[in-house]
């Protein structure tokens, strides 16, 4: 053994001289990306409960909490963490759908009672709610779901420009199941769709490639899912978790995915319909649009004998009389119904209800369900509104799908910015390329760009399709010259609604503007026309404020007998209609087993 | 003879008997039993040893575990992958780095997942700075085990150093979470480089004062040098890995021999011993921290300063994965730890397997190294073999 080994370790006296290492009460600040405990933006969550569900060792529970409402897009719930489960994995912060969630960087916290490690954070304050340090989600590119919509294939504008071929393509197996991998199954969708569609159900249903199971949630909600997959106003995607920080799950386009996939002859197998009760109640349904043909659906269900009544000579009402081919091929519609048909519903053709009609169906049926719609188109009334040469747009629509010929001039007006004013727009321009081999349209409405009602893709597709849409403008006359439309005069519009919140557009008369035209056409919103109800019904039956017919939640009138539904009282769209037609099913069956 | 009637010639016995077994007769008052653990200081966490000596020499020994299981794999079989993880690292506390890696790479491995080059750097970073802190406490932490704490008091500064490191990049001390399956969770703050290199300066300066403290020391050397000698034929017989393996003349490395991340892309070469005693297999773990010192410089110098940190990866709360199965190897400090999993096409793995070190190396090398030595050094060779219970139970 050396001298020098026997030394050397005596070096380490060195260390007396130097300054001690250990820390010293208070203890020190974690550092910026420290995981500590939980703060959250409530203002910013929705309560999608993805913070729970990832949760590996079940610490986070959502519960209702104080001052926190329930909404759209809002289930009204909080995380509650319980600290005596958090492992500080700080996953439920990297899978928050809206970045509400962080973790502060505190991870000192002294109490006697253990209940007191629970909490909810940012209801429950606590000394780390103002902290700007502390762990938050991962940025950039760092996502536990895909942020992006799988794009949809579409025809483009040379393409469809002509044609009234559909020409949205649909989703392939795989675009379905990728699409479908993004939702986080929160469910927040369920509660703003009308119908209270099993949303992320079927949504997963398409992820197990179980496509008949994806079928039956879709009929427990909705017998028309051809038709939602394709055109519905889809309010889900509006309120989608996933849609804070990335696209909104393509719901609409998804429901339509599952409907597509299977053939109408295995309908009746799938949803375990082959054979169906049928009972002695009759009803007597008005109109074949959405809301009588749900209504039927689910009635048909319940073992009663349905009969609708249509002026028309087919089924489908606005969805095939206003809506546009292109968007809603016939034969889709036809899909639909048939399969309600076949259920035992018969639907009567070119009937027209008139009071007569509807007094002797009160006499022969158990219930009458009226879902007539709206099919009164509204004038601007402006000077020269009356020309004949001035249309509505909901009647060229139905003209159109019936293959009438309308009229179609090089220049058209169209004035209106909501969707019925483009989807004529858009039919008017594929009319005009057939025929001239260019597009002759200016659609002018009295909101500006940034709010008009129109679906944003409509304003951009109707735009790459040819049509010129310039919106802000308020309609004065229409100018004619010898017996002929020559075009519209229009001033600036500066606002539509008054400080009361009442529509009372606001002009300015100098700043004027002249669109040419050969015809006009007006698209500014429908009018109910229910003058089938006789007089002294009338008389029995509670209206309320807008010349509505009053319903209970059932969509019973005060006429025990007598239900409606659809856009007469709610919507207008396709899914309030069917939503109503339900909701009133099981309403008509409650009062008929009363009886 | 001797006034309690014990042999003292213990070359005697135990002797084989005709079936080839070592006969120890309790009875005859030449054996004691003695346990150490499964609470002990000298323990490195809760396994026993039941003992049979003769004096102070041990005549036979027994590994004995089941003290610390808590059915990790089993958990992690009943959770999402992503849920997987945090539950994967406490499988070894001392370096949970291992563990996040070896899942994480299982799991996107089955799933046909690349990871981005970024977040391969940041992953190398995060297991040489596991590796570094892990053998920040097993280095002094031998000299320990012979009663010299100073070693220890300093190697737990140094640790604390690299843990701060740990802290400002994934915002956890010990248990980090930092590699989700796909790739990181974030970039190195800003002035991370600056003020790792400090701490590594420091740690330069404590391998010197180590070796000064033990390596020089005239009692450590005493105490390690032939003691408890490895045969090299025994490293392939137990499935001895890592310095364990090194130190006895296999030169055997996952990162050089099965090269993954980026660590085809560094300058390094593993030491290798050719006299496998406590000595020499603390010691190849000192030259080891130097090592792990000079690949974190190389891979902050060579680490590109942006890019994605994480793949695409399918939507983490339903993730399924098809039927498949896989082996997914990594170097840690203590040699070859690995992770066998397999799936089955459902949002779980249908079973999950660790292969660490200490399994083979502190159940069997160990109770059968024990055979000769002395009661005072079975806490030095347990510890020369870097046992981690945790990490043998799962
Ligand atoms: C151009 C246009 C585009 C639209 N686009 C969409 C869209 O993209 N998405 C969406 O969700 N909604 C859309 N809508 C709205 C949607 O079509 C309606 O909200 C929905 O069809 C209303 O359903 P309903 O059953 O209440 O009435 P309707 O669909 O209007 O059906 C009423 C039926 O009753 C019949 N009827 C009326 N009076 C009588 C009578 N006296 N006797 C017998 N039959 C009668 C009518 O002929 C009609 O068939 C659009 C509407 C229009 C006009
Ligand atoms: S940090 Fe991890 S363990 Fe704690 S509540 Fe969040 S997900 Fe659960
Ligand atoms: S994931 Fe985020 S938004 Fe959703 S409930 Fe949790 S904290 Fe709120």
Redesign the pocket.
Known sequence: MSLKDTLIPFKAWGNLVKKPVTLKDPMREGAPRYRGFHKNDVDTCIGCGSCEAICENEAIVMVPAEGIETKDGDSGLRPLVDYGRCCWCGLCVDVCTTGSLSLSNEHTWICEDPEELKYIPGIDKKPWDEKEEGWKKPVPNYHFYGQERVSMEEMEAEERGDSFIEFVKGYSKEQAQKEADRCVECGICVATCPAHMGIPEYIKAIRNDDIEEGMRVLYETNPLPEI?GR???HKCEDVCSVGHEGDPLSIRWLKRYIADQVPSDKYKEILDTQKIYKGDKKIAL????????SAAYYLSLLGHNCTI????DK??????????EY??PYDQIDKDVKYIESLGTEIIYN????AA?FMELKENYDVVYV?????LGRSTAIPGSDHEHVFQ??DL?REITEGKEIMVPEKVVVIGGG??AM??TRSIARLQKIKYGKVGVITTSLEKEEVMPADREEVVEAREEGSIINPGWGPKSIEIEDGKIKGLHVVRCLSIFDETGRFNPSLDEDDKNFFEADMIVESIG?GM?I??LPEELKEKIEFGPRGRINVDDYFQTSLDWLFA?????Q???????IA??HKAAIGIDNFLNKK | MSLLNIETDRSKYPVKGEDGKLQIDLDSHKYVKLWQGPNHPGVTGNMALELTLAGDEIVESKTHVGYLHRGFEKLIERRLFVQGLPTSIRMCVAEPDSNEYVYSTCVEQLSGIDIPEMAKWIRALLLEMARLQALLRVVPGQGGTFALGLGVQWGVYMRELILDRFEELTGGRVYHMFMTPGGVRGLLPGGFKKRMEENLKEIDQFVINIDNLMYSNSVFKKRAIDVAVLDPSWIDKYGAVGPVARSAGYNRDVRKDYPYLIYDQLDFEPKVMNHSDIYNRSRIRWYDIQTSVDLIRQIMAKMPEKGDIKAETPNVLHWRIPKGETYVRSEASRGEYGLYMVTDGSDKPRRINLRGPSYTQAVALLQDLLVGANIADVAAIMVSLQTCPPEIER
């Not at chain 1, 879902?371 to 099919?375: M, N, Q, V």
């Open positions: 939602c055109i519905c106003t008005i109109g074949a649009g959405p809301a009588s043909l009544f249509e002026k028309l089924a489908g009402g606005m969805m095939r009389y206003g809506i546009p968007r809603l009937t027209n209800v008139d009609k879902g007539t719609g709206l099919h747009s909901i629509l969707n019925v989807d004529i429908q026309d003058s089938y539904g659809g856009d007469m009282i919507g207008p769209d396709v899914i309030h209609g109503n037609g």
